[in-house]
């Protein structure tokens, strides 16, 4: 199984500033990483596919990056509906999906 | 807007078979290029994939949970289901029925999920 490795666990800002969460993955997957945010009582939304492919109707201030085992998602300017968890997803082994243990972004 | 309406029971005692359905209206989930799975997050923590089925009924497991896990697929009722056998305390979680892509490049992309179903495993 593919261990995915996201740091840090929270992460705390304010509105407005530039936040980066980071995901390794334990072994090459290529480009095949997807990002998923989760709020409070909601199930997880696809926002980025490929590493870098933003899911229909997600914002342009997320962006995807890195190839083979490092990843990061950027938030360029946070607004307050960003606040929430984040997790990373390796599909390059789809017969053997494995997430990440999630990223908190909490409002300092 | 596709829907994954899971359902189930809340409560399952140790030792005992959790089972789970999911229903998808409105879509045909005959469609071959989609694989219809299941995910679980225990309270905290992040997702875990448990296994996925395709229209033709091929199924893939998570390794670690294979021996107690079965995925089946009811097309003629726009249904799939799952079933863990001898469930213990670290089964409880929140289930998750999902769509998933089945292609070569898009294979595993989760673009649609239920809206969760609590179990707990207590006696």
């Known amino acids: 199984e593919i261990v995915m490795t996201q740091s840090p666990a929270t992460l705390s800002m304010s509105p407005g500033e530039r936040a980066t969460l980071s995901c390794r993955a334990s072994?090459?997957?290529?480009?095949?990483l997807a990002w998923y945010q989760q709020k409070p009582g909601q199930a997880p939304r696809l926002l980025i596919y490929g590493a870098s492919t933003r899911a229909t109707g997600i914002p342009a201030r997320f962006s995807g990056s890195g190839s083979g085992t490092e990843f990061a998602l950027t938030i360029s300017s946070l607004q307050s509906e960003d606040f929430a968890v984040y997790y990373c997803q390796q599909y390059n082994n789809w017969f053997a999906l494995s997430f990440g243990g999630g990223t908190k972004v909490e409002i300092k | 807007q596709l829907q994954l309406q899971g359902s189930g029971p809340g409560l399952v005692y140790p030792s005992e078979t959790l089972s789970l359905t999911c229903t998808v209206p409105?879509?045909?989930?005959?469609?071959?290029?989609?694989?219809w799975g299941w995910i679980r997050q225990p309270p905290g923590k992040g997702p875990e994939w448990i296994g996925s089925?395709?229209?033709?009924?091929?199924?893939y497991y998570k390794s670690s949970l294979k021996s107690r896990v079965i995925i089946t697929v009811d097309t003629s009722k726009n249904q799939f289901s799952l079933k863990v056998n001898s469930v213990t305390a670290a089964d409880t979680a929140l289930y998750y029925c999902?769509?998933?892509?089945?292609?070569?490049?898009?294979?595993?992309?989760?673009?649609?999920w239920g809206q969760g179903t609590l179990v707990t495993v207590s006696s």
């Open positions: 089925i395709s229209s033709s009924g091929s199924t």
């Open positions: 409105g879509v045909s989930i005959s469609r071959s290029s989609y694989y």
């Open positions: 999902v769509r998933h892509d089945g292609t070569v490049i898009r294979g595993g992309i989760v673009d649609y």
């Open positions: 072994q090459g997957v290529s480009s095949k």
